[in-house]
Each structure stands twice: as structure tokens, then as C-alpha cells.
């Protein structure tokens, strides 16, 4: 049961759909309090549902809490953290982030039953940071998170900049504008209200120069605002860009090297097999490769789930997962449809941009070819289009009478004198 609890809470394992079904129902929790949260402050909608937000946020907080401790029961299942031990494990786990936004988002309850008249203030800023929890399922937000923490550095340094700008103006203005206008610039800390607004473009118009001088100096600083905040800007958007970039090539990567073909391969060269692969998306109900077609390339999930209609049974492969490696040996014809389950992106690996590759790198092309005549040489079994790796994805196993023939090589070695080439 624990193992059960971990493979739905951290997506895991084979249990997808409760993952998925979990994940998609916390979302909309956490989108629901959101909004129950800023309605209850309206006196009109606290005073005709009061009782029935008050219940649905005392249910809400109840899902909360049971999820956060339910976090911490399945904490020392998580690999980093096991050789610590089950009370050493869910330590270090409670003090991670994450599992502080799961006990921000779970205090909201405990604060109501134990303190309901002393903590209004406190719940209701409690109940909007469950916002947070949003981190958790959106992999975009946690890598705009990623990249602002990456850039911290670059970013306390234009923030320095700004503020080094802010504090030159609002005295340069004070000094000029003191004298024409003292109610206005009494102070620096007042001449600093100006340069704010004038620097992040905003221009509120309640203080303005009015000396010749002040106008020069204010349309200097103007002008130099666009630039200043152009800098943290830029640095969060490139920064951003990187990290969709590198979760992007991990993820890919990491799927061409759970495939069997090419699991004897170096990083660099299964890099450069991932450099091939192509994006295609597919809808719900779409074919993504039909019966008699002729196999000429692979795919990746990335995305969605695919069914695969063998002959005596259909067979379903999630995210993650890949199939028709054997296409990349085998040309042959298709003998199963493959449509798409679920709205799809998919990565293509295309045998004919191997086959170009494998003709550049002699050595890369032998690894690929040894590692495929060994395997014909054990025997793995094939189920329609599927090798046996493939079938244990989606927890299926080839009994010897469902296998078939032992798939024939498409490559042929050439002379010891000549480059290894594929026909």
C-alpha cells in the first residue's frame, strides 16, 4: 500500500491514470480555494454563502492536510533519501520546499479549528499562498522558478544598478527642483517617488519638474529607463529559455537511452541520435502509423498515450515510452495500427537520418549493429510490432507462441577495407 502511495503522490511506477487523476483533482483545489478565498472577502457573497464556502474550505484544507502527511509517510521511498532511514528521511523531506508549500497550503485548517477568532488575517494570506502548491504540477512555473534562482546573482546585480540609478536622479532632481517646487521634492526620499515612477515608465504626472533643467535632467532619466528595465528582463528570459532548453534535451535524452538499441552508447553519440528526432503532434483518434504501411521509424511519447490494436489484443504505451525500435533494423510492413489514445506529441526517429548518421561514424554504426545482432541472437520475442522491452512497458510479456520470427538485419557489414555502411 505504501508503494501504491508513493507511485500516485510522486507519479511514479505504472499507477498513471490515479497519478494523473490525483494531480489533475489537486489543481483544481488549489484554483477553487483561490478564487473561494477572494470571493469570501466580498461582504455580499460572505453574507448569501458564507456557510457553504466555509465548508468547502474546511473540506479543502481536510484533502490538504491528509496529502502533506500522507507526503511524509512515503518519504523515505524516494531514492536520494533512503539510506537515511524512515525518521531521518521524512526530516529532511519535511524541510524541503516543496513540502513546506504542502504545510503552508494544510495550516489553513489547523488555524480554524484551533484558533478561528485570533487568525482571520492569517488564514485568508494563507489560503492565497496555496498558489504555491501550483509549482508542484506546472513543470513550466518550477522552471521559471529554476531559472530566477540560477540568475539570482546577475539579477541583485541589475537590481543594484537600478537602485544605484534611482538613489542618482531623485538627488540630481531634489537639488534642482527643490527650490521651484519644495512641496514636492522636500526631501530626497520624496525626489525618489519621482525617479521610481520615471524609471520603471509608469509616470504617474503628480510630480513633474518645472524647470528648464529638470526637464532635461527628467527626459534623461526616462530615456535611460527603458534600458534599465530591459536588464532583469532580459536576464529572466534567457534564463528561462535555457532551462526549457536543458529540460527538454534531458528529457528526450533520457528516453533514447532507455531504448535497448542503444543503451551501449556513449552520452555524446546518444546526444547526437537525439539531435534526429523530430516533433509531431497527433489528436485523439488520429493514426499515427497504419497496418501495411512499411516501418521506417520509431517513436517517442512525450506526450499522451497511444493504442496499439495487435490482433488479439490492444496494447496501451503512456508518456515516456517508445516503440517500433524494430523498425530501425527491420523494414518490414507494419502488421499492427497505432492511433492516438489521447491527444499526443510524439519525437520521430526516422531510419533513413540513422542510417545517414551511422554512414558519417563507422564506430557508432558498429556498436548499433552489435548490439542489434545480439539481441536477434537471444531471441527476444516480438508481438506485432512490438519488441519485448517495449511489451514491459505497458506490463505486458510475449509468451513463446505470441512470438514471432526473429527480425531480420537490414544492415549488412561491408569489407574490412571499406567504411561500415548501412543498405
Not at 472577502?41 to 502527511?69: D, I, M, N
Not at 526517429?349 to 551511422?358: C, T
Request: net charge neutral; aromatic share 8%.
Amino acid at each position: 500500500m505504501k508503494r501504491a502511495l508513493y507511485e500516485v503522490l510522486e507519479d511514479t511506477g505504472k499507477r498513471r491514470v490515479a497519478a494523473r487523476s490525483l494531480r489533475h483533482f489537486l489543481v483544481f483545489l488549489i484554483l477553487l480555494n483561490i478564487v473561494l478565498a477572494v470571493l469570501e472577502t466580498v461582504p455580499q457573497v460572505r453574507a448569501t454563502l458564507g456557510h457553504h464556502l466555509r465548508f468547502v474550505q474546511l473540506g479543502s484544507g481536510f484533502v490538504f492536510l491528509v496529502e502533506y502527511v500522507l507526503r511524509i509517510y512515503v518519504a523515505d521511498l524516494h531514492p536520494p533519501l533512503r539510506r537515511y532511514g524512515p525518521f531521518w528521511a521524512r526530516l529532511r523531506y519535511a524541510v524541503h520546499p516543496d513540502a513546506i508549500i504542502d504545510l503552508i497550503g494544510a495550516l489553513p485548517l489547523l488555524f480554524v479549528l484551533f484558533l478561528p477568532n485570533q487568525a482571520v488575517t492569517v488564514v485568508v494570506i494563507l489560503r492565497l499562498l496555496r498558489f504555491l502548491k501550483l509549482a508542484r504540477y506546472s513543470p513550466a512555473l518550477r522552471s521559471l522558478i529554476s531559472a530566477v534562482v540560477g540568475e539570482r546573482k546577475a539579477l541583485l546585480g541589475s537590481s543594484m544598478i537600478i537602485f544605484g540609478v534611482i538613489l542618482l536622479s531623485a538627488t540630481l532632481m531634489y537639488l534642482v527642483e527643490h527650490n521651484v517646487q519644495p512641496e514636492k521634492f522636500r526631501s530626497i526620499l520624496h525626489g525618489m517617488y519621482w525617479a521610481i515612477t520615471t524609471i520603471t515608465t509608469v509616470g504617474y504626472g503628480d510630480v513633474v519638474p518645472v524647470s528648464n533643467l529638470g526637464k532635461l535632467l527628467g527626459s534623461f532619466v526616462m530615456l535611460m529607463g527603458y534600458g534599465l528595465i530591459a536588464l532583469p528582463v532580459g536576464i529572466i528570459a534567457s534564463a528561462f529559455a535555457r532551462e526549457i532548453h536543458s529540460r527538454d534535451f534531458v528529457v528526450t535524452w533520457s528516453m533514447v537511452a532507455r531504448v535497448p538499441l542503444f543503451e551501449d552508447l556513449t552520452a555524446t553519440e546518444i546526444a547526437e541520435v537525439s539531435k534526429l528526432l523530430q516533433a509531431q503532434q497527433v489528436r485523439k483518434g488520429g493514426i499515427i502509423a497504419a497496418q501495411g504501411d512499411v516501418a521506417d521509424r520509431m517513436y517517442f511519447i512525450s506526450e499522451g498515450e497511444v493504442a496499439i490494436n495487435l490482433k488479439h489484443d490492444t496494447v496501451y504505451l503512456g508518456e515516456g515510452s517508445f516503440f517500433g525500435e524494430l523498425a530501425l533494423i527491420n523494414q518490414s510492413r507494419r502488421t499492427a495500427t497505432v492511433t492516438a489514445y489521447r491527444d499526443c506529441q510524439l519525437l520521430v526517429l526516422e531510419s533513413d537520418a540513422l542510417h545517414r548518421l551511422l554512414d558519417k561514424d563507422a564506430s557508432l554504426a558498429k556498436k548499433i549493429m552489435d548490439e542489434a545482432r545480439e539481441r536477434v541472437h537471444e531471441g527476444k520475442k516480438v508481438l506485432g510490432e512490438l519488441a519485448e522491452e517495449e511489451l514491459h512497458q505497458a506490463g505486458v510479456y510475449a509468451s513463446s507462441s505470441e512470438g514471432g520470427d526473429e527480425p531480420e538485419l537490414s544492415f549488412e557489414e561491408e569489407t574490412p577495407s571499406e567504411p561500415s555502411k548501412q543498405t
